[in-house]
C-alpha cells in the first residue's frame, strides 16, 4: 500500500526576481493536484524556517486569481534570506533542529526556490537525510537574474530581467540623442552582475532595426583596462552625438580590483560593512570627464532590472511556473538532493524541457559567459550571445492593472519587525 | 475667396518625453486632414532650424502603422535643442534669419510642442510676426514630464511619467522587503523635478490595497531640513525593516542650497559646467548610513522615468494626440501667440476638453504642488493630490513587440554629429 501523502514546505532564497513567484505558483498548484494536504510557505527562507516563521500557502492563494496575482507579483512573496547552512561537521544541532520541524509539521518535500547559495543549502540537507534516516526529499528549483546556474540552459528569472534591460537601454539611447547634436555626450549603464556578464550582455537586445543598441558592452568576464576604454569612447564620440555603453557592476582590472572600488571617495560599503558593487558607471562617467572633457552622466538600473514584473517575458514566467511543478513532481516521485534544469532543444523555434540534475554537481559552480561570446577585444557580445538570448524575452505577461498601476499578491504584515 | 493653404513646420523642444511624439503625429495628422501639403519638421527644434535642418514628415509617417508607432516612440522623434530665442532688441537678425527661411518654405503655421521655453519661443516670434506683418501663425503645444505649466490642468508626458513612477516604486518596495527582516534597510528613490513635486508626489500611486507606497515623500516646494529628516528616518525605521522614502531632486535647504550641492565630492557638474541635480539620494543615504548606521541604497530613476514608453499612460498618449490636433487647428483658424490647454471638466469620471490660452500668460510662469497638496509636516502628499493624479496614469498603450523588445519609429540619421 502506498504511503499516504502528507504535508509539503516551500521556501524562496537568495536575490530577488520578477519571476521567482511564478514558481512559488507552481509548486503550490502541482502539490495540490498531487494530493498534499498542506503546503507551507517558509519565511524569509531556511533562516525564518529556523524561527517558526511558516504560513500555510492555501490561505493566501485561495482562487485562480490570486495564484494569477502571484505570478505577476515580483520580489518574494515569502521573503528570501541569504544564509548559508553550516557544514554538518560543524554545526549538527542545526540540522536536528530543522528536522524536527519539517517533522513536527508532517513534511514529505522540501522544494527551495534559489540560486548557488540555495542549491548548497539543499545539497546540505538531502546529504543530512540520508545520514539520519530522514525518508524527507529536497528538491531545489532554479531562480536567478544572474543566470550563472550550473546544467541549466538558462534560469527563471533571467529571461524577464533581460526584457527589462534590453527595453530599458533602448528607451535610455532614444532619450540620449534627443538632446544632443553637437558637443557629444557618453551615458555609461551599470547592469547587474559581479563575476557574470548574461545581463549586461543583454543589453545588446536593444539593437534591431530601428536602434543601433549600445555603442559597446563591458562584461566582468574580462578583465577592463581603463585607458583603452577611454580610448575606445574618444573613438566612438567622433562618430556619434550621443554614445552609450553598458557596463557590468562586476567589472575589474586584470589584477582583480572592481573599478567601483576606485573612486576614494565610494560609499559602497555602509555601516555595517554591507558591499554593495555600484558606483562603477559613476567612477567611469568622472574618468571620462577628466579625460575627453565631454558631458556625462552614470545611469544605474539597480533593482528596477531584477523586479520589474511589468516588464515581464511570457517565456521566463511560463517556465518559472513549469520548473517549479516539475521541481514538486520529482519530489513526490521520491528524488531527492536534486535539481530542476532546463534542457534546450532548439533556438528556432524555441523549444524547451526540463530535467533533473544532481545538485551536487551544481550548488556552488558558477556559469560565465563563454569567452567566444564575446568579440576578440571585449567591447561587445557575439550573434551566437544574441541567438540564445532571443527566445527567452518572447511574450508578455500583461500586467492586472488596477487604476492604473499593476495589482500584486498583498501579504498581510510582510514588513513586520521579526 | 479664401487664400490657398500652404505648408506647416512642427518641432519639439526641452527634454524628452514618453507623450511628444503622440503630439508630434497628432499635429500631422489634422494638418493633412485640413488639406496642408506639406508637413515640414525642424530637427532639434529652432536651433536646427536655424541651421536650416528640417524633414517632410510625410516621407517619415507613411502609413497608419507608422503614425502608432510614432505614438509609441519615446523621447523626441526630431530631435529637441534648449535654444533661448534672444529678444527682439538684442538680435533682430535671428528672427529675420527665421521668418526668411518659414517664408521660403511657404509656411503658413508653425507649432512648437514644447514646455515653458519653448513658450517663450512662440511669444516672441508671434510678436515679432505681429511687428514685421508676417502671416505665419505661431502655436504652442504643451508638453513636460515636470508637469509646471501654468494655466493647464497638466502637461501631456506627466501621465506617463506619473504611471513609469508609481509602478516602479511600487515594485522597488517589494524589492526592498524581500530580503530584509531585521537589521532594517532605508532606500532612497531619487525622482526628477528642480522646482515642482508634482514627478515626486506620484510616488505616492504605489500605495493601494496591496501596498503601503512610499514612507515618505519630499517635494522641493517646501524647504527640506537634514536633522529633520533623520529624525523621520528614526521614527520609521522602528516600524518596519524596509523603508523606502521617494525625494525630489531638487530639495535644498531653507537657504537654497540644493541637497545634491553638499557633497563636497560631488561630480555633478561636468567638464562642460553641465549642471546635473543628481547625488541627492546618495547624499542623504551616506547621512543615514553616518547618523543611523544602518544599511542603505540610493535609486535614481533617471532618464527612464521621461522615456519608458513601454508603461505609458493610456489617457496620455490620447491627449497628447489630441492636444497637437488642437494647435493645428487653432493654428488653422487664425490663432497665434497662442497655447492649448488642457481642461478638467471632472475628476470622477475624468472628463477634460481642450481650450485655447494667450502664450503671454504662460511662457515663463512655473505651477508648483500647492501647499495644502502637502501635508503639515511636509513629508507625505494629501487625498487631493491623489485625487488629480490618479485619472491621468489610466489605461495602457500596448508596445508594438518586435522580437520581445518594443518597436519605435526610426529616424535615420538621427545620431548624426552635425
Known sequence: ?????????????????????????????TAIDRGYKTVYGMLHGVQGLLEGRYIDLSEHIQSGLDAELLKRTPSAYLGTCRYKLPTINENKEVYEKIFKILDDLQVDCFIYIGGNDSMDTIKKLSDYA????????????????????????????????AKYIGTSVKEIIRDGWSLETKHGQILIIEIMGRNAGWLTGASVLAKGEDCDGPDAIYLPELPFDIPTFVAKAKELLKKKASVVIAVSEGIHTADGKYICEMDEYSDYVDAFGHKQLTGTARYLCNVLSKEIGCKTRAIELSTLQRSASHCASRIDILEAYEVGGAAMK????????????????????YQAGTEVKDVHKIANDERLVPREWITPDGTYVTNEFITYVRPLIQGDVAPIMVDGIPRHLYRKGYQDLL
Open 1 to 29: 500500500m502506498e504511503k499516504k501523502k502528507r504535508n509539503v514546505i516551500v521556501g524562496q532564497s537568495g536575490g530577488p526576481t520578477a519571476a521567482i513567484n511564478s514558481s512559488l505558483a507552481g509548486v503550490f498548484r
Open 130 to 161: 540520508i545520514i539520519s534516516g530522514s525518508d524527507i526529499r529536497f528538491v531545489g528549483c532554479p531562480k536567478t537574474i544572474d543566470n550563472d546556474l550550473a546544467l541549466t540552459d538558462h534560469t527563471p528569472g533571467y529571461g524577464s530581467a
Open 330 to 349: 520529482a519530489a513526490d516521485e521520491g528524488d531527492s538532493g536534486k535539481m530542476v534544469v532546463i534542457k534546450r532543444l532548439s533556438d528556432d523555434p
